[in-house]
């Protein structure tokens, strides 16, 4: 699966699918957001406890849907093939952040609208579980 990184500090590996190391200093950690391009294989990445694939179910009303969730624990990580659509968001949550709907819709309505005074005209998007 190939992803279009549009996270604000680039990637030192883009061939990993996105992957890039977390640094929170004294930030709290924050999710990553990048559009998957083609399909491929879902890891998550080091320095993250999850990956999520946010699905576009209705476009029309902006809604999304976890689509598919890999985690890591430990050592441990879990990985899952994927086929890409039109739309589909990757999504990698750094250790120590918080996953959920709520959490991660005002950082879905930045990613959607980078640079922009406001966010999304009309409708925020919604993300259901």
């Known amino acids: 699966m190939s992803v279009s990184n549009t996270n604000r ?50 476009k029309n009303a902006g809604v999304y849907a976890f689509w598919l969730v890999v985690g890591r624990y430990g050592t441990g990580a879990m990985t899952a093939p994927y086929e890409a659509a039109p739309g589909d968001i990757r999504v990698d949550i750094p250790t120590g952040a918080t996953m959920s709907s709520t959490t991660l819709r005002p950082h879905l309505v930045q990613f959607l609208t980078p640079g922009a005074a406001t966010p999304l005209e009309g409708k925020p998007p919604l993300i259901i579980p």
């Open 9 to 58: 500090e680039p990637s030192s590996n883009a061939a990993q699918v996105g992957r890039s190391k977390t640094d929170c200093g004294d930030n709290p950690p924050q999710p990553r957001f990048s559009h998957v391009q083609s399909a491929g294989k879902l890891e998550v990445p080091d320095g993250c406890d999850a990956s999520v694939i946010l699905k576009l179910v209705d």
